[in-house]
């Protein structure tokens, strides 16, 4: 399964989790697929990049599959130039991508978020 992890991480944090990572390929050691991570360093970064907005439109394609942008405006009810921007910044972060006609579509089985308050509270000491 590809998934989408989502989370909040500073750089300490990343530099733990990448010698970690070299480690276990060091030694060999049994690596599954990997996930995409995209991190962000505070819990107000992320939810200013992934909006309610945003969000409803990564559901909205997880249901429906590939759509092109005029009709997944048509289906959420928002303004196509909304949609739009809202959708050319979710390709940036690489949360949706683009086939071959210009349609959008969810490339991950599944997208999750991941925002621990004691990880919050670990990048504000």
Known sequence: MRKAIIGISDWSMTRTGLRDLGRRLDSREFMPDADYHLNFPTPL??????????????????????????RLAKETGRNYSNVHADIVRLLEL???????????FVPW???????????QARLAA
């Not at 992320?46 to 945003?54: A, C, G, I, Q, V």
């Not at 690489?94 to 959008?104: A, F, I, N, Q, T």
């Not at 089985?109 to 990880?119: F, G, P, R």
């Open 94 to 104: 690489e949360l949706v991508s683009k086939d071959d006609k210009g349609r959008v």
């Open 109 to 119: 089985d599944d997208v999750e978020i991941h925002a621990s308050l004691s990880t």
């Open 45 to 70: 970064q992320l939810f200013s990049e992934l909006t309610p907005k945003r969000m409803e439109l990564i559901c909205r394609l997880k249901q429906a599959g590939t759509l092109s942008i005029y």
